[in-house]
């Protein structure tokens, strides 16, 4: 066993105790907590497999967050309130049930996915980040304008949605249900990078030509890696609404794409449970530092400095090793 | 603990009738762009905790960085483990959107110390939720009673394109009786107004209403004053409170601007406020100060009525508003939301300072339009 | 819409495009000389809004914190080059955006720590207030046609630097040849931070000239800077020319569409819904001129490389 294997069962382990121990101590808001650490690392894993193995530095990654929690907080504003989501050609009624909600977000972020990537995607490097922002801004400003569902506002849904078998509203058992998410898409990501398709994106980002040598298209690898990064991103927009009950033309602001960005690099870009050491250090930070003073954003500063300038792997590489991950 | 704390205040009833603990919780914004509204309204509401003076209240200050996230984040963590009794102190209309509804619904009581969005005032009004300062139309109601009883006949009128851009225009347009010169939603966020100046000026208009809350009000304000259209300007308090006129200058002076509040409203409890907030923070207090103070001590009156784990007694504490306003007279309408008069002020230089003074009433013991909506 | 108000809109556009400009030739310096994304560009604009309000409220001289906000801005730049950035050059885009971030979450909440939370004032010189009557009867701000020409004299200026002096002719070799110049015995290091520094004094000029007819507060810098960015992304990462044109693409484009588009849709839905989504669609049209840039021309109007 490597380092890096020791460490994440660690944080694995520890995404399972801590909670336990929330539980059984009648600590409700460490769950949430926790519960908000593991939906942000949901959406940096999507982000990591865009920017660690295809080397996409997307600053728009914020739009999928969105659309993923504006599918759920259109379908159940619609149920809550006994609309309908369409009334013509078709009769489409709105849902609190996850399982659809989810397939929902999974569908509207990966044609968002697709038309954004296939855009973007003829432009690289500085280009392509500022590309991405750009549309990140454009959904931003639509979000707010968009009076139908609440604008600037943003909407409330009452009451968590539901999923079959279990209480949502019950912190651990909707703690849970986004821990399986997050193991499922980390399982999928260990085996997306082990596929052919995973190594043949890899050589993209390094050896563009060798793969066109090869008959391979590059920028197709690119895209699919995007679709899959932003569906990915896109559901942990949905359960993040789902977490706050919430959203707001905020889930796409610029800022969040950045922080979502800042999660990938805090972990480790590229290692597989980069985001999730990420994640859980920016929740830990954010909790405890805004507990010491107003000015934590200056602390946050310095330490997000000290990573970039001193500890190139991310917390990952600081405690693993810089050993690069074996393909 | 709950529980023991409900034992002991039971067995303590028949010694006074409130004897709980209360524990408040403040969310409010104390960094970033918008903080200087969310200090006052925290310094406001502890002036009168602090002259209180009573041990048996708890309140826990949180800053929520005006994102709508983080202020729900920090609505589960006081009500989950710091098991607070009522929330307070929210700024903006959407972050109380997204804490308000879940908190009333976990059976807490919410006291606003600003928003007041439509939406909880009609269809969405609930028992345990009061909003002590406004309904969020009545100072654009006000504004535009008064533009009609100043005699102007074609009013341009602006506002950002996002939801309370939206209710402001169509609460002024709700008691305003002339012609419109011009309607224009501007961005949310935007610095620079000469286009819209220009169309002013180019509109034949007699009067311009304008809602730009925060730092849009600052550049209107400066950018309008240089362009030489020198029609009256009317708006609501929000961009003529005493922090945002320091930074405007002489630009302002002069503009009319519809409030709940003023520091020379002349009663004994607002002397008394003003002169304790300026001894005790070195500064004049805004609005946003004087509705925390307001809040606070609405909560202190209900707490010597009633015990606050018995909602319906609580709840009818704070209805009755059995407290001394700085606003003067103040009761709630169905609703709970404010019954109270909207003022006329004019900014003028006291000295160095710029601050208002009160100069008519715009519209008197005014509640709100949704009062009939809400089903309680 | 008579002409006088199609004129004057025109004139608002253009200013608006002369101090995306400033902002935006100091970032499009800085990436083509050194290769690096500076998100913290938007802090140096606040950094000179904050020294020009703070040394005009203790001077009451506008000269004087003109000056101060050039000096503030072009200092906090050197030091941050030194101090953070000439670490970066090196690195990837993805840790200069992470780096530079960082920077902006020290630069907002420091401001905030040392200047309060409210925001300060910051007054047009008496000189310059008012308006002036212009040929054809336009009514315009005498300030406002002041912006226009010292934006316009900066980049007079800018274009004579760099073809026309000797540290001109290093920054466009850096820029083509950095192995070169250091074998010429250019000190290379000491170039960066001059080009650096001159980045960031035009972006605090930008801020202290804006912060007069504007509200000078934390975070005022970060709405310009995404503006800079996608001006300097549709003339060309790295071209002064095509910052320029880009920087009056997107004033123009974000002011007459703003105006001209509601009154357009008046013409086929009602005023109030028109005026709405006007204002909506106006509010992401510089964000689709950008797109489509990109798309016709992957590295912008001017851009050499990507």
Same mark, same amino acid.
């Given at each position: 066993?490597?380092?890096?294997?020791?460490?994440?069962?660690?944080?694995?382990?520890?995404?399972?105790?801590?909670?336990?121990?929330?539980?059984?101590?009648?600590?409700?808001?460490?769950?949430?907590?926790?519960?908000?650490?593991?939906?942000?690392?949901?959406?940096?894993?999507?982000?990591?497999?865009?920017?660690?193995?295809?080397?996409?530095?997307?600053?728009?990654?914020?739009?999928?967050?969105?659309?993923?929690?504006?599918?759920?907080?259109?379908?159940?504003?619609?149920?809550?309130?006994?609309?309908?989501?369409?009334?013509?050609?078709?009769?489409?009624?709105?849902?609190?049930?996850?399982?659809?909600?989810?397939?929902?977000?999974?569908?509207?972020?990966?044609?968002?996915?697709?038309?954004?990537?296939?855009?973007?995607?003829?432009?690289?490097?500085?280009?392509?980040?500022?590309?991405?922002?750009?549309?990140?801004?454009?959904?931003?400003?639509?979000?707010?304008?968009?009076?139908?569902?609440?604008?600037?506002?943003?909407?409330?849904?009452?009451?968590?949605?539901?999923?079959?078998?279990?209480?949502?509203?019950?912190?651990?058992?909707?703690?849970?249900?986004?821990?399986?998410?997050?193991?499922?898409?980390?399982?999928?990501?260990?085996?997306?990078?082990?596929?052919?398709?995973?190594?043949?994106?890899?050589?993209?980002?390094?050896?563009?030509?060798?793969?066109?040598?090869?008959?391979?298209?590059?920028?197709?690898?690119?895209?699919?890696?995007?679709?899959?990064?932003?569906?990915?991103?896109?559901?942990?927009?949905?359960?993040?609404?789902?977490?706050?009950?919430?959203?707001?033309?905020?889930?796409?602001?610029?800022?969040?794409?950045?922080?979502?960005?800042?999660?990938?690099?805090?972990?480790?870009?590229?290692?597989?449970?980069?985001?999730?050491?990420?994640?859980?250090?920016?929740?830990?930070?954010?909790?405890?530092?805004?507990?010491?003073?107003?000015?934590?954003?200056?602390?946050?500063?310095?330490?997000?400095?000290?990573?970039?300038?001193?500890?190139?792997?991310?917390?990952?590489?600081?405690?693993?090793?810089?050993?690069?991950?074996?393909? | 603990?709950?529980?023991?704390?409900?034992?002991?205040?039971?067995?303590?009833?028949?010694?006074?009738?409130?004897?709980?603990?209360?524990?408040?919780?403040?969310?409010?914004?104390?960094?970033?762009?918008?903080?200087?509204?969310?200090?006052?309204?925290?310094?406001?509401?502890?002036?009168?905790?602090?002259?209180?003076?009573?041990?048996?209240?708890?309140?826990?200050?949180?800053?929520?960085?005006?994102?709508?996230?983080?202020?729900?984040?920090?609505?589960?963590?006081?009500?989950?483990?710091?098991?607070?009794?009522?929330?307070?102190?929210?700024?903006?209309?959407?972050?109380?959107?997204?804490?308000?509804?879940?908190?009333?619904?976990?059976?807490?009581?919410?006291?606003?110390?600003?928003?007041?969005?439509?939406?909880?005032?009609?269809?969405?009004?609930?028992?345990?939720?009061?909003?002590?300062?406004?309904?969020?139309?009545?100072?654009?109601?006000?504004?535009?009673?008064?533009?009609?009883?100043?005699?102007?006949?074609?009013?341009?009128?602006?506002?950002?394109?996002?939801?309370?851009?939206?209710?402001?225009?169509?609460?002024?347009?709700?008691?305003?009786?002339?012609?419109?010169?011009?309607?224009?939603?501007?961005?949310?966020?935007?610095?620079?107004?000469?286009?819209?100046?220009?169309?002013?000026?180019?509109?034949?208009?007699?009067?311009?209403?304008?809602?730009?809350?925060?730092?849009?009000?600052?550049?209107?304000?400066?950018?309008?004053?240089?362009?030489?259209?020198?029609?009256?300007?009317?708006?609501?308090?929000?961009?003529?409170?005493?922090?945002?006129?320091?930074?405007?200058?002489?630009?302002?002076?002069?503009?009319?601007?519809?409030?709940?509040?003023?520091?020379?409203?002349?009663?004994?409890?607002?002397?008394?406020?003003?002169?304790?907030?300026?001894?005790?923070?070195?500064?004049?207090?805004?609005?946003?100060?004087?509705?925390?103070?307001?809040?606070?001590?609405?909560?202190?009156?209900?707490?010597?009525?009633?015990?606050?784990?018995?909602?319906?007694?609580?709840?009818?504490?704070?209805?009755?508003?059995?407290?001394?306003?700085?606003?003067?007279?103040?009761?709630?309408?169905?609703?709970?939301?404010?019954?109270?008069?909207?003022?006329?002020?004019?900014?003028?230089?006291?000295?160095?300072?710029?601050?208002?003074?009160?100069?008519?009433?715009?519209?008197?013991?005014?509640?709100?339009?949704?009062?009939?909506?809400?089903?309680? | 819409?008579?002409?006088?108000?199609?004129?004057?809109?025109?004139?608002?556009?253009?200013?608006?495009?002369?101090?995306?400009?400033?902002?935006?030739?100091?970032?499009?310096?800085?990436?083509?000389?050194?290769?690096?994304?500076?998100?913290?560009?938007?802090?140096?604009?606040?950094?000179?809004?904050?020294?020009?309000?703070?040394?005009?409220?203790?001077?009451?001289?506008? =000269?004087? $914190? /003109?000056? &101060? #906000? @050039? +000096?503030?801005? *072009?200092? !906090?730049?050197?030091?941050?080059?030194?101090? %953070?950035?000439?670490?970066?050059?090196?690195?990837?885009?993805?840790?200069?955006?992470?780096?530079?971030?960082?920077?902006?979450?020290?630069?907002?909440?420091?401001?905030?720590?040392?200047?309060?939370?409210?925001?300060?004032?910051?007054?047009?010189?008496?000189?310059?207030?008012?308006?002036?009557?212009?040929?054809?009867?336009?009514?315009?701000?005498?300030?406002?046609?002041?912006?226009?020409?010292?934006?316009?004299?900066?980049?007079?200026?800018?274009?004579?630097?760099?073809?026309?002096?000797?540290?001109?002719?290093?920054?466009?070799?850096?820029?083509?040849?950095?192995?070169?110049?250091?074998?010429?015995?250019?000190?290379?290091?000491?170039?960066?931070?001059? =080009?650096? $520094? /001159?980045? &960031? #004094? @035009? +972006?605090?000029? *930008?801020? !202290?000239?804006?912060?007069?007819?504007?509200? %000078?507060?934390?975070?005022?810098?970060?709405?310009?800077?995404?503006?800079?960015?996608?001006?300097?992304?549709?003339?060309?990462?790295?071209?002064?020319?095509?910052?320029?044109?880009?920087?009056?693409?997107?004033?123009?484009?974000?002011?007459?569409?703003?105006?001209?588009?509601?009154?357009?849709?008046?013409?086929?839905?009602?005023?109030?819904?028109?005026?709405?989504?006007?204002?909506?669609?106006?509010?992401?049209?510089?964000?689709?001129?950008?797109?489509?840039?990109?798309?016709?021309?992957?590295?912008?109007?001017?851009?050499?490389?990507?």
């Amino acid at each position: 066993m490597t380092r890096e294997t020791l460490f994440n069962a660690a944080l694995l382990l520890g995404l399972i105790a801590v909670p336990a121990w929330a539980v059984l101590a009648d600590e409700p808001f460490t769950i949430t907590l926790a519960t908000r650490a593991v939906i942000l690392a949901l959406a940096a894993a999507g982000l990591n497999i865009a920017l660690g193995i295809g080397g996409l530095v997307s600053l728009g990654h914020a739009v999928f967050f969105g659309i993923g929690g504006y599918a759920m907080g259109i379908l159940a504003h619609h149920a809550q309130s006994y609309t309908n989501l369409m009334d013509w050609p078709f009769v489409i009624p709105g849902t609190k049930f996850m399982p659809v909600i989810w397939l929902v977000a999974i569908v509207t972020s990966a044609l968002a996915a697709l038309v954004i990537g296939i855009l973007s995607l003829r432009t690289t490097g500085a280009y392509f980040i500022m590309i991405t922002l750009a549309f990140g801004q454009m959904f931003f400003y639509f979000a707010i304008s968009w009076s139908a569902y609440g604008g600037e506002d943003g909407m409330s849904i009452y009451v968590r949605n539901s999923f079959p078998g279990l209480n949502t509203l019950v912190p651990i058992q909707f703690y849970g249900l986004c821990l399986a998410m997050l193991v499922l898409v980390l399982i999928f990501s260990a085996r997306l990078r082990r596929a052919p398709f995973g190594l043949a994106l890899n050589a993209a980002r390094q050896v563009p030509a060798r793969l066109e040598a090869v008959g391979m298209d590059p920028t197709r690898l690119k895209l699919v890696a995007f679709v899959i990064s932003g569906v990915i991103t896109g559901l942990a927009g949905a359960l993040f609404a789902d977490l706050n009950r919430f959203v707001s033309p905020s889930m796409f602001s610029w800022q969040f794409s950045g922080e979502i960005m800042i999660l990938v690099i805090l972990g480790g870009v590229g290692r597989l449970f980069g985001p999730v050491a990420g994640a859980v250090t920016f929740v830990a930070l954010e909790h405890f530092l805004g507990g010491i003073t107003e000015f934590w954003h200056i602390i946050l500063g310095l330490l997000l400095l000290a990573v970039v300038l001193f500890a190139r792997g991310g917390i990952t590489g600081l405690i693993a090793g810089k050993e690069v991950r074996h393909d | 603990m709950k529980k023991f704390l409900m034992a002991s205040a039971a067995t303590a009833l028949l010694a006074s009738a409130a004897a709980a603990d209360v524990k408040v919780g403040m969310i409010t914004t104390l960094s970033g762009g918008g903080a200087s509204l969310g200090i006052d309204t925290r310094d406001g509401f502890m002036l009168a905790i602090e002259a209180a003076g009573r041990s048996d209240i708890e309140v826990v200050i949180e800053d929520d960085q005006q994102k709508p996230d983080i202020a729900v984040q920090l609505a589960d963590k006081m009500i989950q483990s710091e098991k607070v009794d009522v929330l307070t102190g929210i700024v903006w209309s959407n972050l109380a959107m997204a804490v308000v509804p879940a908190a009333t619904a976990q059976g807490l009581f919410y006291l606003s110390t600003n928003a007041a969005p439509a939406q909880l005032a009609g269809a969405g009004c609930n028992a345990n939720y009061f909003a002590i300062s406004y309904q969020n139309d009545n100072l654009h109601e006000g504004a535009g009673a008064y533009v009609a009883q100043a005699g102007y006949k074609n009013t341009f009128i602006l506002a950002p394109n996002y939801p309370a851009g939206h209710d402001s225009l169509n609460g002024f347009k709700r008691f305003y009786t002339g012609d419109l010169a011009g309607e224009v939603y501007t961005q949310l966020g935007q610095t620079d107004y000469a286009a819209e100046i220009a169309q002013i000026r180019a509109s034949g208009a007699d009067s311009v209403f304008f809602f730009l809350p925060g730092g849009m009000g600052i550049s209107f304000l400066k950018q309008y004053a240089d362009s030489g259209v020198d029609l009256p300007l009317v708006g609501p308090a929000f961009s003529f409170d005493q922090n945002i006129l320091q930074a405007v200058g002489d630009a302002a002076v002069g503009v009319k601007n519809s409030s709940t509040w003023s520091k020379d409203l002349d009663n004994a409890a607002n002397a008394a406020f003003v002169a304790a907030y300026q001894e005790k923070y070195g500064r004049l207090p805004s609005i946003y100060a004087a509705q925390g103070y307001d809040t606070a001590n609405l909560l202190l009156s209900a707490i010597d009525k009633a015990d606050v784990n018995d909602d319906a007694a609580f709840g009818a504490a704070l209805k009755a508003a059995d407290f001394a306003s700085v606003r003067g007279e103040f009761s709630f309408a169905a609703n709970n939301h404010p019954i109270q008069n909207v003022y006329v002020r004019e900014v003028i230089k006291e000295g160095e300072i710029f601050t208002n003074k009160i100069v008519g009433t715009a519209l008197e013991d005014h509640a709100n339009a949704y009062v009939d909506e809400c089903k309680m | 819409m008579s002409t006088i108000l199609i004129l004057e809109q025109v004139l608002n556009g253009l200013q608006f495009g002369v101090m995306l400009f400033l902002m935006a030739a100091g970032l499009t310096l800085i990436f083509g000389v050194m290769g690096l994304i500076n998100l913290a560009h938007g802090s140096l604009y606040m950094v000179g809004a904050f020294a020009a309000a703070a040394v005009a409220g203790l001077t009451g001289s506008f =000269v004087l $914190a /003109l000056i &101060a #906000a @050039l +000096a503030a801005a *072009a200092l !906090a730049g050197a030091v941050i080059e030194i101090a %953070v950035i000439r670490r970066l050059y090196n690195s990837d885009h993805l840790d200069q955006v992470l780096a530079t971030f960082a920077l902006i979450l020290i630069f907002s909440e420091g401001t905030r720590w040392v200047f309060g939370s409210f925001p300060l004032f910051l007054d047009i010189p008496a000189a310059l207030s008012g308006p002036v009557t212009l040929p054809g009867g336009i009514q315009y701000p005498l300030y406002r046609l002041t912006l226009i020409g010292a934006g316009l004299l900066v980049a007079l200026g800018l274009w004579l630097l760099i073809e026309r002096t000797r540290i001109g002719i290093q920054i466009r070799a850096g820029e083509n040849d950095r192995e070169m110049i250091a074998a010429l015995g250019v000190d290379i290091s000491k170039l960066y931070t001059l =080009v650096f $520094a /001159l980045g &960031a #004094a @035009l +972006a605090g000029l *930008a801020g !202290a000239l804006v912060g007069a007819i504007q509200s %000078v507060q934390v975070g005022m810098g970060e709405p310009v800077l995404i503006l800079a960015f996608v001006v300097i992304v549709i003339g060309g990462i790295g071209s002064i020319k095509g910052a320029f044109v880009g920087a009056l693409l997107v004033g123009l484009t974000d002011t007459l569409v703003g105006i001209f588009l509601p009154e357009v849709l008046k013409l086929f839905m009602d005023a109030a819904p028109a005026t709405s989504a006007g204002s909506s669609i106006a509010s992401m049209s510089i964000y689709i001129l950008m797109s489509l840039v990109l798309i016709w021309r992957p590295s912008g109007l001017f851009g050499a490389r990507s």
